[in-house]
């Protein structure tokens, strides 16, 4: 995809925010030329990391997410405030590679399993049908096998009950809080033998578990954990939210110790080193890492001169007005008011939202954020859930049809001055 192709797919979902767009479709675009280079020159060219400054709510993650998404890249969302300086309580800076290429043996094993799925399938099936012939007293008899097999293949049997056996996984055990979290059976492997249990199941359930069982003998794990690994190394995107927070000097008597020491941390990763995984070693070189943080308090200045360099690419987001809330609420294909119109629906209630009320709706989100807090698009959802409140809730039992029109009266008898303080709303 061209860039502005990026762009374009990317208002799909979120308004505004060009420049923030054609950072990162310029650093996905980069990508791609990288890989048609020979090898020589690919080693030598590394991802351009991007930091992106702004308010809570104007579209920072869920530009990033969606770029992922675009090209089936492995993606992980981390917050800066999880990781602590090497020798603290809590969660190191490697492991935010570790849970990334966990992401990527995810990936990858979901496009095998598409490719296996329909062998995978069969052999459920058969699994399925010759447990029925042997437990189950409801089929016919004389059925044969062929007979069982047909009917379980298309679904004529789900609601019968089977008993299976299927694999006792120990729960893992966490080695401190918030810390990672230890398998003793994947420790052992092989060497210990798998202990089953039996569960009587729905046949619909038994065909979803033998299926998975099936695909996971059908792909050759040792080529997964290698593309994946491939894929994180080359493709992978890692954002790191609330930078901000761990700007600045270290205070030495607070909770904040440790501040200048997680930057200090996360400096070899984003430079390029090379990490130990349960799969293998990672390199980081070519990792793109997005960044990003309001900025208020501190300044992206603030941040260790090291750190700052690795994050060449500074992108400042917008704060929204009330035509981006507008946009917001009736451009995405995700839209919430989209969202709330299915939701009721389901009880037989249409919403209907003119245009005064969408009109109206921006406004007391513009106003809001202007009177109380900054938290972008999120106040939207403040404001909504408090629109539909009485209607949500005063539903007929039978369910009977009723339209229910959202005008800019409807919104203003809901939003009196003593009734705009939606607090109790805001996490």
Known sequence: ??????????????????????????????????????????????????????????????????????????????????????????????????????????????????????????????????????????????????????????????????????????????????????????????????????????????????????????????????????????????????????????????PDVSREGVQRDILPIVEGCTVSTKYGNIKTDYILFIASGAFHVSKVSDLIPELQGRFPVLVELDSLGVDDFIKILTVPENAITQQYKKLLAVDNIDLDFTDDGIAEIANVAFDQNNTLEDIGARRLQSIMEHIVEDISYDIDEEGAPKKVVIDKEYVLNNFKTESRNLKKYVL
């Open 1 to 254: 995809m061209t860039p502005k192709q990026i762009v374009n797919e990317l208002d799909r979902y979120i308004v505004g925010q060009f420049n923030a767009k054609k950072a990162v479709a310029i650093a996905l675009r980069n990508r791609y030329r990288r890989s048609r280079l020979p090898l020589a020159d690919r080693e030598e060219i590394t991802p351009k990391n991007i930091i992106m400054k702004g308010p809570t709510g104007v579209g920072k993650t869920e530009i990033a997410r969606r770029l992922a998404k675009l090209v089936k890249a492995p993606f992980l969302k981390v917050e800066a405030t999880k990781y602590t300086e090497v020798g603290y309580v809590g969660r190191d800076v490697e492991s935010m590679i570790r849970d990334l290429v966990e992401v990527a043996i995810r990936l990858v094993k979901d496009e095998r399993y598409k490719e296996v799925e329909s062998r995978a399938f069969e052999r459920a099936v058969d699994r399925v049908a010759e447990l029925l012939l042997k437990q189950s007293k409801e089929l016919p008899e004389g059925i044969t096998k062929v007979a069982v097999i047909d009917e379980v293949s298309k679904h004529n049997l789900d609601q019968m009950q089977v008993e299976i056996d299927v694999a006792d996984i120990p729960k893992p055990v966490e080695l401190q809080a918030g810390g990672g979290e230890i398998n003793i059976g994947s420790i052992f492997g092989d060497i210990l033998p798998k202990k089953t249990k039996k569960r009587t199941v729905t046949v619909e359930e038994a065909l979803r578990i033998f299926s998975a069982e099936e695909s996971e003998k059908l792909i050759d794990l040792d080529s997964v954990e290698s593309e994946a690994l491939k894929r994180a190394e080359n493709d992978g995107v890692i954002f790191i939210d609330e930078m901000d927070k761990i700007a600045g000097k270290a205070s030495q008597n607070g």
